[in-house]
């Protein structure tokens, strides 16, 4: 068997050839290409371990800032909640308080209502038994209480003090006018004589005296000259009853309960019959 070396050698020369081709023309790009794609993979591998400590720094940030809100949110809640329950007592010891003021005041405005209420039925009482009592003694005054009130009119007249007996001479020197004698019932002329002596011989002079009645004495003999008095009846001693008891009732203070005093006074009126 022949060999041809010239097919050989241009085989051979062909086959160099093409290995010089391919490794021009495919096989450095191809090592070009995987050495670019594993720098780029590496390039983002770094790229992405950075931007995962990145976002890990961010997450443990947000962890941080998180629990700070947490706990600034806790402590707010916590003071808000010590505020408001602060507040709460606040109001309620307000409330309690004016609750208690407004109490007090309506117990105060009862307490005066009612002092006020049992002031104006005492004097309504006072009133009536006042009226009651003059309207009872008037109804039971005689001529012959007249008589009897006479003779204690007369022994005044002896036991008159002697500052009054003067202050008596003197309106009766001083007077132009008579004296006046009131009565409720119109006195006998013996009565009116031994009136006119009795003040004669008091008065050491002869007293010019005109008698009159006065129903409104209830049961009482009252002589008047020149402004000056002097008498007894069972008015006086009601007027005088009933001007001490709205004094007492003035003080809201009263010793002696009304009618207990006009009780009295019907006894001593009773007791002069």
């Keep these: 068997m022949l060999i041809d070396w010239f097919t050989v050698v241009a085989q051979a020369l062909n086959f160099l ?56 949110r806790s402590a707010l ?27 007090e005041q309506r117990r105060e405005a009862l307490t005066v209502e009612t002092d006020n209420l049992k002031q104006v039925i005492r ?3 006072q ?6 009592a003059r309207k009872t003694l008037t109804d039971l005054a005689t001529t012959s209480l007249e008589e009897q009130l006479m003779e204690v009119f007369i022994r005044r007249l002896g036991e008159m003090e002697a500052n009054m007996k003067t202050a008596l001479s003197t309106a009766i020197t001083a007077s132009t006018d008579p004296a006046v004698v009131r009565s409720a019932f119109e006195l006998p002329a013996e009565q009116q004589a031994l009136i006119q002596k009795a003040l004669d011989e008091t008065f050491a002079a002869k007293v010019q005296v005109r008698f ?62």
């Design 17 to 72: 050839v093409l290995v010089w081709l391919l490794k021009r023309f495919l096989y450095h790009p191809i090592l070009n290409a995987i050495d670019a794609r594993e720098k780029r993979i590496a390039s983002e591998l770094a790229d992405a371990d950075s931007k995962k400590s990145e976002a890990q720094k961010e997450h443990d940030e947000f962890q941080r800032k998180n629990k700070a809100f947490d706990e600034q």
């Design 77 to 103: 809640l916590s003071k808000a909640t010590d505020e408001a329950k602060a507040e709460r007592d606040r109001l309620l010891d307000e409330a309690r308080k004016a609750s208690d003021a407004l109490s």
């Design 123 to 125: 004097r309504r009482t």
């Design 127 to 132: 009133d009536e038994v006042f009226a009651i």
């Design 212 to 273: 009159d009645v006065a129903p409104e004495l209830i049961s009482g003999i009252e002589f008047t000259v020149g402004g000056q008095r002097v008498g007894w009846s069972i008015a006086s001693y009601l007027t005088s009853l009933k001007k001490a008891a709205d004094e007492d009732l003035s003080q809201q203070a009263p010793s002696t309960p009304p009618l207990s005093r006009a009780s009295t006074t019907t006894a001593t009126a009773a007791k002069i019959s």
